[in-house]
Nanobody, 113 residues
Framework: VQLVETGGGLVQPGGSLRPACAAS????????VGWYRQAPGKQREFVAS???????NYANSVKDRFTISRDNAKNTVYLQINSLKPEDTAVYYC????????WGQGTQVTVSA
């Protein structure tokens, strides 16, 4: 099982990004996948998750700006992030929540003017 995060970058406040979590060795459509993030000097925190049935759950701090989705054909989960704020700056990770999994390298999201 391998999950690889891509799609981060440097963006100005108010901008958007769509990190992606591509999987190999596992079928995401029958699993629950979570996105987490870790800001500098802080603990890793839950951001969002999506079940096989596409039920989504969000941290209260992001629910109005983040949308988690899945493309079954690409076996990829996405995290659409809108109205980015400097406090969203972090490394974003995806992980299986319904099966054994390990943390990948994540993708860096930096929000700065």
């Amino acid at each position: 099982v391998q999950l690889v995060e891509t799609g981060g970058g440097l963006v100005q406040p108010g901008g958007s990004l769509r990190p992606a979590c591509a999987a190999s060795g596992v079928i995401l459509s029958i699993n629950t996948v979570g996105w987490y993030r870790q800001a500098p000097g802080k603990q890793r925190e839950f951001v969002a998750s999506i079940t096989g049935g596409r039920s989504a759950n969000y941290a209260n701090s992001v629910k109005d700006r983040f949308t988690i989705s899945r493309d079954n054909a690409k076996n990829t989960v996405y995290l659409q992030i809108n109205s980015l704020k400097p406090e969203d700056t972090a490394v974003y990770y995806c992980i299986l929540l319904s099966a054994p999994s390990t943390w990948g390298q994540g993708t860096q999201v930096t929000v700065s003017a």
